[in-house]
């Protein structure tokens, strides 16, 4: 994936989240110099397999089971420090060590206690399914101007006042939200002091970091969370994350210019989940839905909530082709679909007689919406062991080639199984 030309490598999700993009990071990292995540914080939840051994990560780059990888927490990450060392801890008890290669913005805002709480009581974050992981009520407190970001830990007069307005803010919201329990400014500080030194000893100034890396010609990928239609301005608002989760937000959350992002590959499940309430065109109703969730194990690695399923859904994966500019396609979970004998891609929305290929701005619009389905015959055997696409059976190769086509993107690696073995690079010795 890197090479002279193209130096910088944005991973996103191009479905809801959930497409497999740890195992695609972890993958790839292993050529790569520098792995950043770049929005989105706890709520992410990325799984890599090494062996027999599954490990989640929820905001330290998939990069890290790499020894020579360095990994950073971009600014436009909001970072929850008690979850990131716990992560470390983990880590390291698995026998990686991250010592002086895991790196976190001093820009980036911090998850708050009353973060979560607000996350917890609101109605709205219910109403939306949030992961309760304070997401949201972070990113309202930094567009407010008043959040506190990792290098404010360095001036203790100036955290207090901070914190000060924030428990304010927060505490009104809980009032209003019919909340009893309440923030307090002395607790958030203690709280604070518990975790300040060990992450001061991360901060770092990540975006120029990466701009001296790249002067030297090193790889880096961009690790994007959550999926495009998850996006705050461009996916199913309001049912959406609070961040920008795509190609566009990889420059921002990790500062450095757009101009530095040379290819963009999207992550797509073979066919489509979402957790939380929203938009999902294509949703299997019963009993394909158990089927489905049981066959792919559809359950969130952060929440484990049971995820929704539904058919490749090409309307969306071509909008996410073009609002993320890809380059590339990844189709992970191939082989989930290995049993079944009909296997469908929706190619548009048929609402009141009329055939709709673009994603709407509007749901209104999805609310009356039927698929229209392109029926394609299952291949009916394993593809877990299939190295090459050559090796695929025909059928799966012509659903995949559809795809490719609807979807106006090249298929760059298929993947077929948990393990990091089970994948089918396009490209020569990729995997
Ligand atoms: P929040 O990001 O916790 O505020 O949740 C907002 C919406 O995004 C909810 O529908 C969540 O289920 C969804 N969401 C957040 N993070 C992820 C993820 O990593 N994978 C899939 N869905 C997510
Ligand atoms: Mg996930």
Excluded at 118 to 131: H, N, Q, V
Excluded at 233 to 262: E, F, K
Aim: hydrophobic share 40%; with cysteine.
């Amino acid at each position: 994936m890197f090479d002279a030309s193209r130096r910088t490598l944005v991973v996103v999700g191009a479905q809801w989240g959930d497409e497999g993009k740890g195992k695609l990071v972890d993958v790839i990292a292993e050529r790569a110099d520098w792995v950043v995540r770049y929005q989105g914080g706890a709520n992410a939840g990325h799984t890599v397999h090494i062996g027999d051994k599954k490990v989640v990560l929820h905001q330290i780059p998939s990069g890290i089971m790499h020894p020579g990888v360095r990994c950073a927490i971009g600014n436009g990450v909001v970072l929850d420090p008690e979850k990131l060392f716990s992560e470390i801890d983990g880590l390291v008890r698995d026998g990686i060590d991250v010592t002086g290669r895991l790196y976190v913005s001093e820009r980036a805002h911090l998850v708050m206690p009353y973060h979560k709480l607000m996350d917890g009581a609101s109605t709205a974050s219910k109403a939306i399914g949030t992961t309760g992981r304070g997401i949201g009520p972070t990113y309202e407190d930094k567009v407010a101007r008043r959040g506190v970001r990792v290098l404010d830990l360095r001036n203790p007069v100036r955290l207090r006042t901070l914190v000060e307005a924030g428990v304010a803010n927060a505490n009104g919201r809980l009032a209003l939200m019919n909340c009893d329990t309440r923030a307090d400014v002395d607790e958030t500080m203690v709280a604070l002091a518990q975790i300040t030194a060990r992450l001061l000893a991360l901060a770092d100034d990540v975006g120029l970091q990466i701009h001296r890396a790249l002067k030297t010609g090193a790889a880096v990928l961009l690790e994007g969370a959550q999926g495009s239609m998850l996006d705050i301005d461009h996916g199913t608002y309001p049912y959406v994350t609070s961040s920008n989760t795509t190609a566009g937000g990889a420059a921002i959350g990790a500062g450095i210019a757009p101009t530095a992002l040379h290819a963009v590959l999207g992550v797509v499940k073979a066919y489509t989940t979402r957790v939380g309430a929203g938009p999902l065109p294509t949703e299997f109703g019963e009993p394909m839905q158990t089927e489905m969730r049981t066959l792919g194990n559809e359950f969130g690695a952060t929440t484990g909530r049971p995820r929704r399923c539904g058919w490749f859904d090409a309307v969306v994966v071509r909008f996410a082709a073009r609002v993320n500019g890809l380059t590339d396609l990844a189709v992970t979970k191939l082989d989930v679909l290995d049993t079944l004998q009909r296997i469908a891609i929706c190619t548009g929305y048929m609402v009141d007689g009329d055939v709709h290929t673009e994603f709407p701005a509007d749901l209104a619009l999805l609310e009356h919406a039927e698929p229209v389905y392109e029926w394609y015959e299952g291949w009916q055997q394993s593809t877990a062991d299939c190295r090459s696409l050559e090796a695929l059976p025909r059928n799966a190769r012509l659903y995949l080639d559809r795809i490719e086509e609807l979807c106006e993107t090249r298929i760059t690696f298929v993947s077929v199984g948990t393990r990091r073995d089970q994948m089918i690079g396009m490209e020569a010795g990729v995997v």
